[in-house]
């Protein structure tokens, strides 16, 4: 297992006066089918965060198990949290990228705390309204994105559980809507459901898995 973010960014500015830092990240950016989920998280500006937050990471390092017990946590802990999406009719019409963002300025919109600065995972974005830095591999950078990480593909997938039962078939429940053998057989049997991304050429993108 990698090494825990740290959250040294997040203590610079709580030293600088800055209190509300949000931490942003998404899940669901590479799907064949069901929205993209951001979330946003406000840690407290507390040295032992670390410790109270023990275990959280990057949520692709983290097992099902693991993540739904760090998002109780996260929830219990944080000053604030909040999550915006775009669904798949968004990401169509918009694109995947203008679609992403939206689902920031959604998780953001939502929060009942306005943060001060933020913390972003690195997507391409001109003119972000957000002040803040744009970390590549920011949830190995900063325990806020991590947090925010966890609370995005919890949430997510539980959006795929529920698709799962809507439309039958395709293993929403399983796979989240990614890119795995058995998603495309079930889209060659089936053909595509109203929650798939029908801009994304799903015969001729690579599988995830």
Known sequence: MREAPGWGLEQALWQQNIQLVGGMDEA????????????????????????????????????????????????????????????????????????????????????????????????????????????????????SIAAASVLAKTSRDAVMIQLDEQYPGYGFARHKGYGTARHRQALLALGESPVHRHSFHWNKLQLTT
Do not use: N
């Open 28 to 143: 669901g950016r590479g799907a064949w089918a069901g929205p993209v989920m951001a979330a946003m998280v406000i840690l407290p500006a507390d040295l032992q965060i670390g410790l109270l937050l023990d275990g959280v990471r990057d949520s692709k390092q983290m097992t099902p198990r693991q993540r739904e017990r760090a998002a109780l946590k996260i929830k219990s802990v944080v000053r604030a949290w909040a999550l915006g999406e775009a669904s798949a009719a968004e990401i169509d019409a918009l694109g995947i990228l203008p679609a992403t963002r939206l689902a920031f300025c959604r998780a953001v919109e939502a929060c009942p705390l306005r943060p001060e600065h933020f913390l972003l995972d690195y997507i391409p974005w001109p003119d972000c309204p957000f002040p803040g830095p744009r970390l590549v591999r920011g949830e190995s950078q900063s325990l």
